[in-house]
Structures are given as C-alpha cells and as structure tokens.
Nanobody
Framework: QVQLVESGGGLVQPGGSLRLSCAAS????????MGWYRQAPGKQREWVAR???????GYRDSVKGRFTISRDNAKNTVYLQMNSLKPEDTAVYYC?????????WGQGTQVTVSS
C-alpha cells in the first residue's frame, strides 16, 4: 500500500503554467503505471494522463499538447507539467495508479485558472 501526496496547485491566469508533483512513499513506479486525474465542481472525476512502467505516455484529448506527465524514479515522484492553462482545467488534481484498482484517494491539489 502506497501513500501519495499531491502538491503544486494554485491560482493562475488563463495561459499560465503550473507543475504538479506527486510524492510516493515507495517505489510504486516499478510496479504500476501512474496516472493523473481531476475532478471539477459538480462533475465526476476524470482521467487526465498516464505514464507506463516503460515510459509510454497518454493523455485525454483536451490536454494533448498542453500537459506533460513525467517521473523521477530516484525521488519517487511523478509530475504533471501544465501549460496554456484554460478555465476549464480548474479542478482538484489527484495522482493514483493506472488503472485505478481501489477508491482510495489522497487530498489532491487545487488548480484554479481564472482572471
């Protein structure tokens, strides 16, 4: 069982950038693919990006070309670089294994894109 702690969110203007971090308590990246998910107010949680053990990335269509998922195995940390942010990106962002195998989630980190 791995503990995941998200950080790096904040308030940015449209077109701005943020880098989210997900710190893991163990070497989960050698065991499972990792993913970023988000939940906007009044909406269901949705998948955003994934990174396989072999380093293959995938993104939902609405963030392709703007978001980049990466990891630092030595630091047990996965990142989500978010550029050209839009108001519709506003949500609480979570990291978890991919695919999700349980309904346990961390506190997430709030991203608000507004002028």
């Amino acid at each position: 069982q791995v503990q995941l702690v998200e950080s790096g969110g904040g308030l940015v203007q449209p077109g701005g950038s943020l880098r989210l971090s997900c710190a893991a308590s163990g070497s989960i990246f050698s065991i499972s693919a990792m993913g970023w998910y988000r939940q906007a107010p009044g909406k269901q949680r949705e998948w955003v990006a994934r990174l396989t053990k072999g380093g293959i990335t995938g993104y939902r269509d609405s963030v392709k070309g703007r978001f980049t998922i990466s990891r630092d195995n030595a630091k047990n940390t996965v990142y989500l670089q978010m550029n050209s942010l839009k108001p519709e990106d506003t949500a609480v962002y979570y990291c978890n294994v991919y695919p999700v195998v349980s309904d346990y989630w961390g506190q997430g980190t709030q991203v608000t894109v507004s002028s």
